[in-house]
Structures are given as structure tokens and as C-alpha cells.
């Protein structure tokens, strides 16, 4: 079945990294990615990763795929207040349908 | 370019009735996918529509039902409407037919059954 788990709460200091983790099921995901979501606001799509690549670099962004043990991760290098956000991990297949974790809510200490 | 335009922004409906929620897509997209988002259900997927043809459904009962026109804008529905259907409605574009990384979402549409 296709399941994408993600731990619900992380707080950190500002200036800190910030390494929000994901576990799915379904092996025949062919992308993953994480978005973000603020108050009253969208999905904003912030990276993805093909399933055959292992890490994926952006700016503040590390993207770590481990395909064996199906775990994602996002790491924020000098993670601001602006990053406060719930933050959801999700995988699609060849059908394109998102299947979403449960999200992570990320609180940034000043 | 513009984003991806949904309206209404807020609902306010009464346990029975119906509603009808819309989609703009980004320009040249012609993939349009909607989610329900819930505080206990999460992000789950509603259906998906390509040049308007239902690709994909997701296991909402019968009452919840789309379109897609001939410029790709989108129409959901959903009748005879429950408390639990209560939720924020996201709807997300794409160029390329089940291509899921390309999917840029709209702000939404809060729909809030009384």
C-alpha cells in the first residue's frame, strides 16, 4: 500500500540546521518531494528528488534519499524564522497522484 | 505568469446543500489534480483531470465529482453536502499528464458546511 509517514513537531534555533525525516512505503515512487505550507496558505512545492538520485543540493536545501530503507530527509542550513511552516514530505508514482505525509511543523526560535 | 487561481477563496454551506469550487491552471497546463485537506485526514487526493479526461479518482464516494473544460480550468462538486466535508479544497496544476513534479498549487478554497 502507499503510506508516507513524517514525526509531527521540530523546533530549533534560529541559525541552526533543521533535518525533517519521512518514511514511505511504495517502492515504485518515481519522485519525491517537500513542500511547504504557511497560515492560510498553499502548498509551496520547495524540492523534489527522482527516485534514482540519492541527494539533491538547493541553495539552503539538502534533499537525502535512501532508497533501500525508503527514508527521505530535508536538512535547512541556517533555518530563519521565515522557515516556520508545516512542511510535508510526499511521493508519486507513475500515476502522478500525491500521496502526502502528515507534515511537519517546523517552529524556528529566535 | 499567474499561478494558479481558485475560487472561491471561503464557503460558508448548510448540511444538504451543494457547491461547486473552481480552478484556473497556470497558463499552458493542462493537468489539473484536487486534494481535500483535513485536520485528521491530512492531504488526500480527489481526482486528477488531463485534457478533460478524469486520469485518476481517489475514494471519495460519489458525491464528490469534477470536470475539466476545453482551456483546462476545473470544476469540483460536491452535493448533498456532510459536516465532514468541511475542509480546505486544494487544487494544483501541471504541464505534463502525471508528471508530479511539475504540480504548482493554489491558495485554496475553505469550504465550511453549518
Known amino acids: 500500500g502507499e503510506d508516507v509517514e513524517q514525526s509531527l513537531f521540530l523546533s530549533v534555533r534560529e541559525g541552526d540546521s533543521s533535518v525533517i525525516n519521512c518514511t514511505y512505503t511504495?517502492?515504485?515512487?518515481?519522485?519525491l518531494y517537500w513542500y511547504k505550507q504557511e497560515p492560510g496558505a498553499g502548498l509551496q512545492l520547495l524540492t523534489y528528488?527522482?527516485?534514482?538520485?540519492d541527494m539533491k543540493q538547493d541553495q539552503r536545501l539538502t534533499v537525502l534519499l535512501n532508497k533501500k530503507d525508503k527514508h527521505l530527509s530535508l536538512r535547512i542550513a541556517d533555518t530563519q524564522t521565515g522557515d516556520s511552516a508545516i512542511y510535508f514530505c510526499?511521493?508519486?508514482?507513475?500515476?502522478?497522484?500525491?500521496?502526502f505525509g502528515q507534515g511537519t511543523e517546523l517552529s524556528v526560535k529566535p | 505568469k499567474a499561478g494558479v487561481t481558485q475560487t472561491p477563496r471561503y464557503l460558508i454551506k448548510t448540511r444538504g446543500q451543494q457547491v461547486t469550487l473552481s480552478c484556473s491552471p497556470i497558463?499552458?497546463?493542462?493537468?489539473v489534480s484536487w486534494y481535500q485537506q483535513t485536520p485528521g485526514q491530512g492531504l488526500q487526493f480527489l481526482f486528477e483531470?488531463?485534457?478533460?479526461?478524469?486520469?485518476n479518482k481517489g475514494n471519495f464516494p460519489g458525491r464528490f465529482s469534477g470536470r475539466q473544460f476545453s482551456n483546462s480550468r476545473s470544476e469540483m462538486n460536491v452535493s448533498t453536502l456532510e459536516l465532514g466535508d468541511s475542509a480546505l479544497y486544494l487544487c494544483?496544476?501541471?504541464?505534463?499528464?502525471?508528471?508530479?513534479?511539475?504540480?504548482?498549487f493554489g491558495s485554496g478554497t475553505r469550504l465550511t458546511v453549518v
Open positions: 494544483a496544476s501541471s504541464q505534463e499528464k502525471g508528471r508530479g513534479y511539475g504540480y504548482t
Open positions: 511504495d517502492s515504485s515512487s518515481t519522485y
Open positions: 528528488i527522482f527516485s534514482n538520485m
Open positions: 510526499a511521493e508519486s508514482n507513475q500515476g502522478g497522484k500525491l500521496i
Open positions: 497558463s499552458g497546463h493542462r493537468s
Open positions: 483531470y488531463f485534457s478533460e479526461t478524469q486520469r
